[in-house]
């Protein structure tokens, strides 16, 4: 299934206290969460934001703690994808573990603008910018990350092993 | 004769039942410690009751540390921590930590000889890469790959390359571990060792004691590190012997092995140094900080709230008072650390000066409780991170040094090196 939705972008290494401030740590209510995510780097952004939309970044993204709040309170929000030139490596697991999709891509990166309608195919790693009609490539996603994918995450796929 | 391996490469290949491996290669790894706190294990507890398994792999092999919220800063943090509290209960996990018996997880763990070199550790906390110092290949994880190892026993991980960091000369005076990762860290950036190992060498690596080795490998994370190792010598095998009551594997990185950079510093270039807001790698150097007036001062944390850092702290306290106007805090990182530094007349030397003591809790580092900053308020902190509202309001700011530093800037009021009193 693709991906598609307007993108907001972000600037270079994005933490985790900024996607998820420590102070909202005491619960792990996606919904909860979700209320404040990115909210002391954009307090308005969780309201602007529509179901689907696109978080494009600088490089790092996600760096800091390896809190799983982070990509939990990003896709509760409602964020379709996330994509950066390179990822914190916790988050990158996290982001993977918890179903959040994200790409590397630097092109994809530095030539999307906040507003542009962008659609991604996962399967192929393309990245299509409907708006300025350009399309960039991202990384690959290797075999058995598909396959942790498939199996709907990391937890339902040591299930099926186990079985 | 086999092939040279770094230090990561040799904890990996022996943890995968391999004779070698190369950075890029998959292995599924036996693990031999996971850990989670109050912030991260209750998402893994909750995972592991959704998969319906009653057993975790090894109640010897689990530890759950109480030590971010707590003493419970409210309602919600102390369902948390019984989450915690009553799962290890259920599970007979023997290393779970709470009340008078927890502290700050990454000083807590190798104070109690639970993890030891040649490890393979996950936690699911960033600073788990602390354990480097000892020789161990630990990382923080997800709580998903946590709950993941607490019922298999194992995780994946992708062979990282490996950087080298050569420091040689002879450390200036108040410099320390802390000095030469934040130095680094300047140098390389946030992202230098993205998804790579950073093993620590030479000289003045050699002469470094432990305390300020587990200062280095905790801030790995903070240059993108997926680890920070040292390789095992006299002290590591002296420390960890005295602690350990398990059997524990020494591996170092053979002479021929591979890097994918290799790095020297001049430790005489090196002041102390100090990260200004808002990411570890703004650093510089104390003779060019300037005039830098503070509201607080944090002494503690998994990075420098040992004993040595709170030796140094006293050293530098002693018969001074805090400046008029500013809040000094010290947590002593573990029960033991405080007992010690109650024997040593440390805590004597600090309510003298004006410090607030406080219980051993990660608590204002990552803007908890105890010590949260208003907006406009500035910190300086021994702690490991100054992103924005890291330590209370998202207008405060965090500033990252030494001990030493931390000490003579709260006499003084502003950062300032010992030097300057």
Redesign the interface.
Known sequence: MNIKGKAWKFGE?I?T??II???Y????DPAELAKHCME??DPEFVKKLSVGDIIVAG??FG???????A?IALKAAGIGCVIAP?F???FY??AF??GLPIFESKEASEDIAEGDLVEIHPSTGEIRNLTKGRTYKAQPI?P?MQELIQDG???AH??KT?K | MTKPMTIAEKILAAHAGLDYVEPGQLVQVNVDIALGNDITAPIAIKIFRQTGIQKVFDAQRIALVSDHFVPNKDIKSAEQAKMLRDFAREHGIVHHYDGGESGVEHALLPEKGIVLPGDVVIGADSHTCTYGALGAFATGVGSTDLAATMITGKTWFKVPESIKFIYNGRLRPWVTGKDLILYTIGKIGVDGALYQAMEFCGPVIDGLPMADRFTMANMAIEAGGKVGLFNPDEKTIEYAKARAKRPFTVYKSDENASYAQVMEFNAEDIEPQVAFPHLPENTRPISQVGDVPLDQVVIGSCTNGRIEDLAVAAQILKGRRVAKGLRLIILPATPTIYAQAMELGYLKTFLEAGAVIGPPTCGPCLGGHMGILAKGERALATTNRNFVGRMGHPESEVYLASPAVAAASAVLGKIAGPDSL
Do not use: V, W, Y
């Open positions: 290494n933490d206290d900024l401030p420590a102070r740590l005491n619960t792990s002391d780097a490089k790092n760096c800091g703690s390896s809190r799983e709040h990509p390179t914190a490596r916790i697991r996290n573990n918890m290797p058995f995450g990391l937890i040591i299930l186990l």
